[in-house]
């Protein structure tokens, strides 16, 4: 079916939101614009004379065709090779979406997105349509064809489940910077005491390489264990440089609102370490190597002015 002007322009102003809604649920933003052009697909195949609600119809069958995604992807993730995290995204990537309250910000860190993993389909796309796109449950229960009673109990249970899983610190872009800078000092500085002062007790570092850079499966436990991986990560070795195809230059960003060290090779992302900060200091580190997950930051890397790298790691 051939789309009128006006249905196209319906689709166009709806997408960012979609591609917001979808990247939340998955993870992904590869598969977040997947699920946005198959739900363009549909929306030219359907009769728009009966769609009363464009938002709504729209929201309902790229919601739904999450959902089917989520549950095929998590087959898929019981042979991943090693830790899966979610893809990250560069601060000011639009496919972040609203970040307007604590809530809508919260909803897309990288703690949280990883928390979400542990959540049925359900409880994830109840959270996420509520806490980051204040969705009423009446309109939930719509989308996700439950009882109004049941989104709110779905709602309660996922929030539950995030709120015990982080105490995440919300700060400035300034204050991110600053912390990544300080974090890099004493990563390179070869004490590791310096590094164990900035971090939480309980403090963990896991990477994600899926199989194609190398990365440990098991999470490093406890501020001196973390430390020495962190110092051992960047002291500089021909064999790193040979596996990412040169030096890496190292910026200060932020990612999914959280502090982020990203390390680039000739304008390609090929690292980035997202820092989750507490009061108590830093008590996670969350590095993607994984390069199937880096294409997006490495195509928003290429439009935006960075300065200079902080060091060249390596």
């Known amino acids: ?16 939101r979609l591609q917001a809604i979808a990247y939340r649920l998955l993870g992904s933003a590869a598969e977040a614009e997947d699920a946005v052009q198959e739900t363009f697909l549909r929306w ?15 929201t309902k069958v790229l919601t739904n065709l999450c959902l089917n995604q989520l549950t095929s992807a998590r087959a898929r993730r019981e042979t ?3 830790q899966w995290l979610p893809e990250p995204l560069l601060g000011g990537d639009p496919m972040l979406g609203p970040a307007d309250t604590a809530e809508q910000r919260e909803s897309v860190s990288y703690a ?14 109840v959270y996420v349509l509520r806490e980051a796109f204040d969705y009423p449950h009446r309109e939930i229960a719509e989308i996700l064809d439950l009882t109004e009673a049941a989104s709110q109990q779905l709602y309660h249970r996922a929030k539950k489940h995030v709120a ?7 700060i400035d872009a300034a204050a991110a910077r600053r912390i990544v800078e300080e974090f890099l000092a004493a990563a390179v500085s070869g004490r590791t ?40 990560l960047f002291k500089p070795a021909a064999s790193k440089r040979a ?11 932020t990612a999914n609102g959280d502090p982020a ?4 090779v000739d304008g390609r992302v090929v690292g980035i370490m997202c820092l989750e900060v507490t009061a108590g200091g830093i008590a996670a580190f969350r590095n993607q190597v994984n390069p199937d997950k880096l294409d997006r930051a490495s195509a928003y890397w290429a439009t935006v002015e960075h300065g200079e790298p902080l060091f060249h790691a390596f």
């Open 44 to 58: 030219q195949a359907a009769d728009l004379d009966r769609v009363e609600v464009p938002e709504a119809w729209l």
């Open 261 to 264: 060290a990203v390390a680039v």
């Open 80 to 82: 991943y090779v090693g």
């Open 1 to 16: 079916m051939t789309l009128r002007a006006d249905d196209v322009d319906r689709f166009v102003a709806a997408r960012p």
């Open 112 to 125: 949280v997105l990883t928390l979400l993993e542990r959540l049925s389909p359900n409880e994830r796309a």
């Open 243 to 253: 596996l990412v195809g040169g030096t890496p230059e190292v910026y200060a960003w």
């Open 193 to 232: 005491e310096s590094l164990v002062r900035l971090l939480t007790a309980d403090a963990i570092a896991i990477g994600d390489g899926g199989g194609k850079v190398p990365a440990r499966a098991k999470a490093f436990e406890g501020a001196v264990a973390v430390a020495k991986f962190l110092w051992g």
């Open 164 to 170: 015990d899983g982080t105490v995440r610190t919300e």
